[in-house]
């Protein structure tokens, strides 16, 4: 045996220099384990009826999520409730699969008493938290499929001078619980300057109001000049202001994506026309702290509120009982405070990581 061989048992090629491990590869295995693996995404979109969100979100995806959907009549939307519409569709490119769920809320908005028009929403959002805590709690954790919201887009009329109470109100409502991103939809209704004065009085209002929308991370400060520019015109892009369209129209002797006017065409992907390419590039590069911030804040939230529930109601139960009820025995008394030690002391724990992740976030995110 040679002495080569000693000192590689493997027989593999070190194509480094000495001293090299290997261990450089892991992104590489992780990459190949995701892929295979595939993404799970969930999209929520509310607004006002007629305002394209599924028309914009046919166009984000280049797929019909919608293809059977009947579209009701104006005397059928009076007596319309919000109906939560949940569509699944399984996109596959250049090898990498995406589960995307897009949850639409037809009827928000239309009624002429929209006081409590967001509860079925928020009841959706907590079902689908306590669903995932369930399955987590479960014997086949292996196979738990992960329909929490991961993302909100709130849709804005583009025909006010600002937000509605209604949408201060859902958005004041649902800011704990899922990463909103405000956009003005039917940009091309407005003129540059109309635009610009929205965008300014849309983010005034949800500073006013303590509102909390999904703050896009800071660059790191090893970064390269061109991403920290993307990342900064993203970043002032919010509220986007955005149009859909899913005809092809030809422009000089190109085909694009637009909307046909008399005046000329307007172009989805074309970033002087509206921010389509904005939100569409924030959605994908942000894919993964989208699905983070959920996992970290806005379910362990839930989590902890759940958890302080439980322990409660079991101090309640186990409280003292009246004299002519049978005395419990010493075993189980103490096997049911062990229970409630074991429950308060992963209670404090989880408090404690969410002051600290609150924390974080506020440090990072100043209001």
């Not at 009085?201 to 949800?206: D, Q």
């Not at 303590?210 to 920290?228: A, F, N, Q, V, W």
């Not at 000329?264 to 390419?277: K, L, Q, S, T």
Request: one cysteine or more.
């Amino acid at each position: 045996m040679s002495a080569e061989s000693i000192k590689n048992p493997g027989g593999f090629t070190n194509p480094e220099m000495p001293g090299y491990v290997g261990f450089a590869n892991l992104p590489n295995q992780v990459h190949r384990k995701s892929v295979k693996k595939g993404f799970e995404f969930t999209l929520m979109v509310v607004g006002e009826t007629g305002l394209g969100k599924s028309t914009l979100v046919n166009s984000l995806f280049l797929t019909d999520l919608y293809p059977e959907r009947n579209i009701p009549s104006a005397g059928e939307r009076t007596k319309q409730t919000v109906k939560i519409d949940a569509s699944t569709v399984e996109i596959e490119e250049r090898g990498v699969k995406l589960r995307l769920t897009v949850v639409d809320t037809p009827g928000f908005g239309d009624a002429i008493d929209n006081t409590d028009c967001f509860r079925s929403i928020i009841q959706y959002i907590d079902d689908q938290f306590e669903r995932f805590l369930r399955d987590e709690s479960g014997l086949n954790r292996r196979n738990i499929v992960d329909n929490r919201v991961h993302c909100c887009f709130y849709f804005i009329s583009p025909y006010g001078h600002g937000l509605k109470p209604l949408d201060t109100q859902f958005m004041k409502m649902l800011h704990h619980k899922v990463n909103i991103v405000p956009v003005i939809a039917k940009a091309d209704m407005l003129t540059k300057k109309e635009i610009a004065r929205l965008k300014k009085r849309v983010m005034e209002e949800i500073e006013a109001n303590g509102i909390r929308i999904y703050p896009l991370p800071d660059c790191d400060s090893d970064e390269d000049e061109d991403y920290k520019e993307q990342v900064r015109q993203l970043k002032d892009a919010v509220p986007f202001a955005v149009c859909g369209a899913n005809t092809l129209i030809e422009v000089k002797g190109r085909k694009v994506r637009g909307r046909q006017y008399p005046w000329g065409v307007v172009e989805v992907e074309n970033p002087e026309h509206c921010d389509f390419i904005k939100l569409r590039t924030m959605l994908i590069q942000q894919l993964q702290d989208l699905q983070e911030v959920t996992q970290d804040v806005h379910y362990e939230n839930y989590r902890s509120e759940r958890l302080a529930k439980g322990v409660a109601s079991n101090r309640k139960t186990a409280g003292p009982t009246n004299s002519t009820a049978p005395s419990a025995a010493p075993e189980q008394i103490s096997e049911k405070e062990k229970i409630l030690q074991e429950k308060e002391a992963e209670l404090r724990r989880m408090q404690q990581m969410l002051a600290q992740m609150q924390a974080q976030m506020q440090q990072q995110h100043p209001q």
